[in-house]
């Protein structure tokens, strides 16, 4: 993506050396010139656990390098579902991993990031944010490869971008409830389904990382007379065998290039610049 990013602002793309120590300590080199440049890092953190370290390491060494800025371009935010202490004693990590961010950067992109009980970026970071929204290009896919499309979101949340992605194509759209009660287990609920049929069912969910939340929603399809469901999914995460278990109970499962991955054939990446 940043090889492409590059190319479509006329950019020049950097060289960064990444490795790990034999302690699994990570080194960081830039290979580039950065005095007096506009900087953007491009990296999206869907391991976060191992990929901090060298992203904090190399916007500090752009800055020392004499980058006059440093951005970063983040297509997948991690940890922002930790948005509340649920349980006592609980990090509320959404707000620490922004603090971490905001010191090393000077702004932030990001696409579709999930904010459910923070509403706004600016609540946890303390740099410039700006929001990418992927229901543009969800849509333009669902145009072109889905007939008479019926547009689900799993849970109460994505009745925003579901409601976006069925406005732009003029299709119908309903909303699912969910609870969640662990990791991998969720309660998928779909009174009235049974009186929508006669559509193609599209679920259209923001993260798919047990897959849990689109699998308990799919399997409603099973015994309401639909048949099996397009899943379209902006952040492709699919944790463990979390893909295969959704494709069984889908008749195709799609995603954006926010994470690489196979199902990732809408491309948000001219969205980003746009
Ligand atoms: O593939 P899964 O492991 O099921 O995870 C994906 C789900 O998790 C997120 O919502 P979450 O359940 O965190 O609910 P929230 O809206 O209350 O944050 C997200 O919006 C998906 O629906």
Redesign the pocket.
């Known amino acids: 993506m940043a090889a492409q990013l590059a190319e479509i602002t006329n950019s020049a793309l950097g060289a960064l050396e990444l490795r790990r120590f034999p302690d699994q300590e990570t080194y960081v080199r830039i290979a580039s010139e950065m005095a007096g440049k506009s900087v953007e890092l491009v990296c999206t953190l869907a391991h976060p656990d191992p990929q901090l370290p060298g992203l904090l390491f190399a916007a500090y060494t752009a800055r020392e390098l004499g980058a006059t800025s440093v951005g970063l371009i983040a297509p997948y935010l991690a940890y922002m579902?930790q948005?509340k202490r649920f349980s006592d004693g609980e990090s509320v990590s959404s707000r620490h991993f922004a603090r971490l961010l905001s010191g090393a950067f000077d702004r932030v992109v990001t696409v579709d990031p999930?904010l459910?009980?923070i509403h706004d970026l600016d609540e946890v970071f303390s740099i410039k944010t700006k929001v990418v929204h992927a229901a543009p290009a969800l849509a333009d896919w669902i145009t072109t490869h889905v007939e008479n499309p019926l547009i689900i979101g799993?849970?109460s949340?994505?009745a925003q971008w579901v409601s976006d992605v069925a406005g732009r194509i003029g299709a119908p759209h309903l909303v699912l409830s969910?609870i969640?009660h662990g990791?991998?287990n969720?309660e998928v609920t779909a009174p009235g389904l049974e009186n929508r049929t006669g559509y193609q069912p599209v679920l259209v969910?923001?993260?798919?990382?047990?897959?849990?939340?689109?699998i308990e929603a799919a399997r409603h399809f099973e015994t309401t007379g639909f048949p099996k469901p397009v899943c379209v999914v902006v952040h492709a995460l699919f944790?463990g065998d979390?893909y295969e278990a959704l494709k069984a109970v889908s008749s195709r499962v799609v995603s954006t290039n926010t994470v690489p991955h196979v199902s990732a054939d809408i491309s948000i990446t001219s969205l980003i610049v746009s």
């Open positions: 579902r948005d999930h459910h009980r799993p849970d949340e994505s969910k969640r990791d991998r969720v969910d923001d993260i798919a990382s047990s897959g849990r939340t689109m944790a979390a």
